[in-house]
């Protein structure tokens, strides 16, 4: 490392995914508060550290209307007033999130986050469509300077439940391929997965971190909640496109699943 980069601060990204806000506030799924287990999420990082940016990858509605995603906003802003990129998932609706899902792309010192958009409207599984592919490889021939974390909602690998591989990214090894060959992506983060995943793609590193509600049990053959508490992860991005990153947990949030809810609340 020269002098010059040894000077530069190591940049701090809070990640927080699927939040699964309902449509009334205080409303619940499975039995927990979506909107109590984000607010404490969000109020134990917060108090911890002020992030160069939030990352928030999807799911932030359960029930997809404007209100939720207004909610969610003023949820993260009385407590955050930097950048933040917020993508969508597999429960929600583009059109109905407005400005929210607006911005791709986050620029920080040395570096850009990028949006990658793997979901379909009211479709559970994930995939980059041709559009989105070509505007991706655009922006990472336009910023081979930076480096590059990629934001995502859907895992781009297996990730060892086959009830969630089956809504992997379709085209998650043609897309790793293509990065690891052609741009100067790090890392790429995502959700939908509910648990911790840290794994590789080459010399690209891949996390998905818990969601702000509940839990999928890891190595599960179908559909599982275990009862590990909501969390979220730090990312800290050197000058040199080094990552670290750590998972926490609120680890004396008041947790308490309902399976009774299941069949009514996972229909989708
Ligand atoms: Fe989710």
Same mark, same amino acid.
């Given at each position: ?6 000077e ?6 809070l ?6 806000l309902? @449509? ?7 039995g ?7 607010s ?7 108090? !911890? ?19 939720v +995603?207004?909610?969610f906003?003023?949820? /993260?802003?009385d !407590? ?5 990129l917020?993508?969508?998932g597999?429960h ?7 400005s929210?899902?607006?911005r @791709?792309?986050?620029?920080l ?32 021939k336009?910023? @081979? ?15 060892g ?9 379709t085209?998650?090894?043609e897309? /790793?391929?293509w990065?690891s ?5 790090r890392?790429?983060?995502f ?11 080459r010399?690209?590193?891949? /996390?998905?971190t ?15 909640v275990?009862?590990?508490?909501p969390?979220?992860?730090?990312? +800290? ?9 750590s ?6 949030y008041p ?14």
């Open positions: 490392m020269t002098d010059s980069a040894a530069q601060p190591v940049l701090t990204v990640q927080i995914t699927d939040v699964h309902r @449509r009334q506030p205080g409303g619940s799924l499975l927990v508060d979506t909107d109590a287990s984000v404490a999420v969000l109020d134990q990082a917060l108090a !911890r550290q002020v992030p160069d940016a939030v990352l928030v990858t999807g799911d932030v509605a359960h029930d997809s209307h404007p209100e +995603y207004q909610r906003w003023k949820l /993260l802003t !407590r955050f007033q930097g950048p933040a917020v993508l969508a597999n929600d609706v583009t059109r109905r999130m407005g929210l899902a607006e @791709r792309e986050l620029h010192p040395g570096w850009v986050v990028l949006a990658m958009d793997s979901h379909e409207d009211d479709q559970p599984g994930g995939s980059v469509d041709a559009a989105e592919f070509a505007s991706l490889q655009n922006a990472c336009k910023f @081979r300077d930076c480096h590059v974390l990629l934001a995502t909602h859907h895992p781009p690998i297996e990730v439940c086959p009830w969630l591989d089956k809504d992997r990214i085209n998650g090894a897309l /790793l391929e990065l060959e052609h741009s100067t992506a890392a790429m983060v959700g939908h997965a509910h648990q911790v995943v840290e794994s590789s793609y010399d690209i590193i891949l /996390l998905g818990p969601s702000t509600c509940i839990q999928f049990a890891p190595g599960t053959q179908s559909f599982s275990d009862d590990q508490k969390g979220y992860r730090w990312l +800290y991005l050197d000058h040199e496109g080094g990552v670290t990153t998972v926490e947990r609120v680890d004396d947790l308490t699943v309902d399976m009774s809810q299941f069949q009514q609340e996972l229909t989708n």
